[in-house]
């Protein structure tokens, strides 16, 4: 089963900056086309994963504008160490939403 999210920059950030240790930290490239997550460990790059951008709202600042398509798949759930922690806040964050 695939779980489709489509967030911002400004939400992604939220959920990778309390993730960053001694032993892993992450930043976030965005460029035309596609945001690009970058994991780091202590003697350098660990992964990387590409998401295209879905939308940008033009009237907003970039962070909060730039909305990308997030695709959790069976295989990059077991490959991706990102995707665990980031699944868990936005299924939970998209649960306690008011109506």
Partial sequence: MELCYVVSVSTLREILEPLATAEARYRIVTSEDFVTVIHYGPIGLIKQSAFPVAYRIPEIPEDEGTLMLMVATERSRETN??????????LHSSTTLPA
């Fill in 81 to 90: 160490p990102f995707w665990m922690p980031v699944e868990k806040r936005l």
